[in-house]
């Protein structure tokens, strides 16, 4: 058994929480209301209060006048700070903006539009994802007087595949800081995780001859897909190959009657002997790699085969079907 098993407490408030967080409703705007906004005071609230005690006590012991006032005075201005921090929050809307897709490994950005409708300026509002554990994760902006405020938030996505972005919570403490209101949010988009491409990849594969070409494809000596030839004046800078021109010093182009006879698929079946994972991160490489170097290559994977093509609607068809194979 783990440690949160062996404590009966921090397992039911982790159930307690799970079950809570799915009762909430999924979506990418929400409007901030009494029924979603929640307070507490905070430690020095808490300590606040104590000496407020403290005060009344002693006041009433001594029959201090001013001591009376002194603790009025505090207890006022305490609950004046609640209802201002409790309304920072209360009427805002939060919009999420559509998230791009990422890589494995790699942070995804979520992009937040805070709306404040009304005539005042929201002081101090922070944004999160709820579940995030360093200590740099909040983002800290004020919202004009009818106006809106951009924040962005990040979190990491370890594996490939498709994401439902994770609950994000926004909360002020604004002015006094002896309350804590805040709001927990679950959006309904996704973010699409490509696989992690292989750091250091093989070259690309030889090229295979069309149906009814005939031959076989011409290779360099390290078995990687030619298919270029010298510069010629008037060739369209997209044809040239700048890798292959920096390596050999001279400008080389595209051999587009090559890639007449020849075509560059990117298979899975011959990726190398490796597990699944790595497979998919090679040819996720590979893609790149051809991308990069402007050449028309196809994908063949157990569940699919996308044509030889080019651009970067092809790079971005190929790499969804490397995420969701």
Not at 33 to 54: D, E, K
Not at 65 to 75: E, S
Request: with cysteine; net charge positive.
């Amino acid at each position: 058994m783990n440690a949160i098993t062996l404590n009966p407490f921090t397992f039911a408030r982790g159930r307690f929480r799970q079950w809570w967080q799915s009762r909430l409703p999924l979506s990418d705007t929400i409007t901030l209301t009494q029924r979603n906004v929640y307070i507490l005071p905070t430690r020095p609230g808490f300590m606040l209060f104590a000496t407020l005690v403290i005060l009344l006590i002693g006041s009433i012991n001594y029959q201090l006048n001013l001591g009376y006032l002194l603790t009025f005075l505090l207890a006022g201005s305490a609950v004046v700070g609640m209802h201002v921090c409790h309304a920072t929050l209360r009427g805002m809307t939060m919009k999420l903006l559509l998230p791009d897709a990422q890589f494995a490994g790699v942070s995804a950005t979520l992009s937040i539009s805070l709306i404040n409708e009304r005539n005042a300026t929201r002081h101090g509002i922070g944004m999160a994802v709820l579940d995030a554990t360093h200590d740099d994760r909040w983002v800290w902006t004020d919202v004009p007087a009818q106006g809106s405020a951009m924040v962005h938030v990040a979190f990491k996505p370890e594996h490939r595949g498709l994401h439902r972005v994770p609950p994000l919570t926004a909360e002020t403490r604004f002015p006094l800081g002896t309350f804590r209101v805040w709001t927990v949010w679950r959006p309904a988009a996704q973010v699409l995780v490509y696989p992690r491409p292989e750091p250091f990849p093989p070259p690309l594969p030889p090229g295979e001859p069309r149906s009814g070409g005939g031959g076989a494809a011409r290779q360099q000596n390290t078995g990687e897909f030619d298919g270029v030839r010298a510069y010629r004046r008037g060739d369209p800078l997209k044809m040239v190959v700048w890798k292959k021109a920096a390596k050999a010093d001279e400008l080389v182009s595209r051999d587009t009657q090559q890639a007449q006879r020849f075509e560059l698929w990117l298979d899975f079946a011959t990726a190398g002997h490796l597990d699944t994972e790595a497979k998919l991160s090679r040819l996720t490489a590979w893609v790149l790699q051809a991308d990069k170097l402007g050449m028309d290559f196809g994908l063949r994977l157990p569940t699919q085969q996308i044509k030889p093509d080019s651009g970067e609607a092809h790079r971005r068809r190929c790499l969804e079907a490397l995420a969701t194979c």
